[in-house]
């Protein structure tokens, strides 16, 4: 199994999530290419050589209109934060969330003046979606920069007691932001890995001063994002972890938890700005992992399975698969084809990973619609306020689940109509491919033959792969 492993022993932030990622390519400049095509206007990636205690590695700068945009992501009715202690702050440009959300000495000294000459004009959330509609992005990678941007605004919707539609974002701070987490994304779609884990988080510790006062690390916003991941905090004074880097992890990772076993193929540093006694980076791990007998993986799982009388192989991969999600449904008389329609994209595009309609009879025997939405729980706040902005309903039911999935991937196949992606899934003694619909739609409009009879042989025939 294909695995991804953050190492956030100094925190988490956007720019440097990007470098790790950005390390573990076999072709950088391809993906540079494809990066400034997206259609973020005035947006520069520019990654460049840095070392931190003897090790080199990589910093992802972000520039706007020639700038390096320091404050990131504010909301617009409060003031700036600065750290109490900013001779150790965490550098992590433009990846911050609003004055109560960051440490401005992460981002630049403090000298810098605050006003940076743009236009700081205000986005809502609806805005950012539509701005997100125009990108030249794959349809899962808007999804899933649109899921981050959720999480971050549940977070900021919590700390200041308004709904999610209320939030204000600064238009130059949420480009440089969104090209940041676009970023993110987009190696991730790249590098296809089947499952994506990290250690604990380190927060850092300290204060930072607001307009309100001064506040502890983490910040509040990134405190409400870090529930139920476990995080701790140490010697280095400042902010380590900002609200972005935590709404990725928040949103891609699966477990946190130590290394697994793996084969690794690749590793990826991602470095800060500040120098501190310990390497101020993220390392990513990108290799195949393996299981490996109990006696070389001592755990609590022993006692289980020795209670059992089992002769069993404790896998990193057992519990991967499992999941909490969250069904909500309600009933819908009132609302016509179109309309229901238009909300499933909504919720769809909003990351909701599945929407479906049912047919219903309600009282007095009138037909209605059952409109029933799967979601993570981090992201039910966010799509029960689209449920009611977008439907007549007066009422939303809630259920949660435990759902075991497949592990899946997906990789490119040489066949005679050129490359085509194929999904392949495992797990619970079963595996199964199938080759992925949009590629051969596209096949058939290219060639213009019937969908059903394109025949393609697959990698136990012998045809070559390539990932």
């Given amino acids: 199994m294909r695995t991804l492993y953050f190492d956030c022993s100094m925190g988490a932030a956007g720019d440097m999530l990007s470098a790790c990622l950005y390390e573990l390519l076999p072709n950088k400049e391809a993906f540079l290419e494809e990066l400034h095509s997206i259609g973020l206007p005035s947006v520069r990636y520019i990654p460049e050589p840095s070392t931190k205690c003897g090790i080199l590695g990589t910093h992802f700068s972000v520039k706007v209109n020639g700038l390096e945009e320091d404050e990131g992501l504010h909301t617009g009715s409060h003031g700036h934060c600065h750290s109490q202690d900013s001779d150790h702050s965490h550098d992590h440009s433009h990846d911050h969330s609003h004055c109560h959300d960051h440490d401005h000495s992460h981002e630049h000294d403090h000298s810098h003046s605050h006003d940076h000459g743009h236009d700081h004009s ?84 300290g204060q930072v001063h607001c307009a309100h006062g001064i506040l502890p690390v983490p910040a509040p916003a990134t405190a409400r994002i870090l529930r139920d991941i476990p995080i701790y905090s140490g010697t280095v004074k400042g902010e380590l972890c900002t609200p972005t880097g935590a709404a990725l992890l928040k949103h891609f990772v699966t477990e946190f938890t130590s290394l697994p076993p793996l084969r690794l193929q690749a590793i990826g540093y991602g470095m800060g700005k500040k120098d501190f006694p310990a390497a101020n980076c993220i390392r990513s791990f990108l290799g195949d992992s393996f299981s ?176």
């Fill in 122 to 205: 205000h986005n809502t959330l609806e805005a950012i979606t539509h701005r997100l509609s125009h990108l030249n992005i794959p349809e899962e990678v808007r999804r899933n920069i649109l899921s981050v941007y959720n999480i971050l605004a549940e977070a900021e919707s919590h700390v200041h007691g308004v709904s999610i539609a209320n939030i204000h974002f600064h238009e130059v701070g949420t480009l440089d932001a969104l090209a940041d987490i676009a970023a993110v994304c987009l190696l991730i779609h790249k590098l296809r890995p089947d499952r994506i884990l990290a250690s604990p988080i380190h927060v850092g510790s």
């Fill in 292 to 467: 490996v007998p109990n006696r070389e993986l001592p755990s609590m799982k022993e006692a289980t399975i020795s209670h059992l009388g089992q002769n069993e192989t404790f896998s990193a991969e057992a519990e991967s698969n499992t999941e909490e999600i969250i069904e909500l449904q309600c009933n819908l008389d009132d609302m016509t084809p179109e309309q229901i329609g238009f909300a499933t994209e909504v919720l769809l595009s909003a990351g909701a990973p599945d929407v479906y309609t049912t047919p219903i009879y309600m009282k007095k025997n009138r037909p209605g619609t059952l409109l029933s939405v799967l979601c993570k729980p981090e992201q039910k706040q966010a799509m029960l306020e689209l449920l009611f902005l977008h439907t007549g309903t007066l009422g939303i039911r809630e259920q949660s689940f435990r759902r075991y999935t497949l592990h899946r991937r997906i990789r490119t196949v040489q066949t005679p109509y050129g490359p085509v992606r194929l999904k392949t899934s495992h797990g619970y003694n079963t595996q199964t491919q199938k080759y992925e619909y949009e590629d051969l739609a596209h096949i058939a409009r290219t060639h213009n033959i019937p969908l059903k009879s394109i025949s393609l042989p697959t990698p136990e025939e012998g045809d070559p792969s390539k990932e």
